[in-house]
């Protein structure tokens, strides 16, 4: 079975960041994502993997201002020296905690705008040029627009002609299941299509985004789709629990993994 990372912005949240480390490793988990760590400095994250044998799996570039709505740079050309000052401050982070993969966020703007997609383009270019010396794969997820109104990068086909387009070897997809199925549907076909040139694989219910089995999709017939598909990277678990992260994690207790 995959190799399940807890995501600790949406799971324990019962208790203060820096203490989900520990609680994800107490719970059988070995790795963790978030969305973002910039508001601790990147040795406090190292300590608590460290300290915790845990693994990162995954976080995000810094998306702007995010209280105020944004979410993300890379399709906003007027934010481009903006951008790569994000990269860089990634990047410090990603060295310090050895995560091999970051997410890039679009950014709201229409998805048929030929600028801001040269604009995302080109943000992609820098990204992974800056990342590959340090041998991290830069990540692009298609988010839905109930959930993201606006966002750029709204299609898997989109992403796909993206990543075949640029031909750099370090982009790879973010596959969100729950964002594919409200998206398109077809998620077991997406998989085996997108499987190739997939980084990294996100899991919630549908259409709540709580935890897997509580929705309309066969969770655990998907998990065993990516064994036999040989898929060997990580499954984010980026789903807000129903009634508390322990008491959601039946699921997890029964399901093999390694």
Known sequence: ?????????MMFGEWSFLDRFAEAAEAGFTAVEFLFPYEHQPAEIADRLERNGLEQALFNLPPGDWAAGERGLAALPERAAEFRDSVARALDYALATK??????????????????????????????????????????????????????????????DIIAELGLPNLKLQFDIYHRQILHGDVTRGLEALLPITGHIQIASVPLRQEPGTGELDDARLFATLDELDYAGFVGCEYRPRAGTLEGLAWFVRAPRR
């Open 1 to 9: 079975m995959p190799r399940f990372a807890a995501n600790l912005t």
């Open 99 to 160: 995560a091999r993969r970051l997410h890039v966020m679009a950014g709201l703007a229409p998805s048929g705008s030929a600028e801001a997609g040269a604009a995302y383009r080109e943000a992609l270019r820098h990204a992974c040029a800056a990342a590959a010396p340090h041998g991290i794969d830069i990540l692009i997820e298609p988010l839905n627009k109930r959930d993201m109104p606006g966002y750029f990068l709204d299609d898997f086909g989109m992403a796909a």
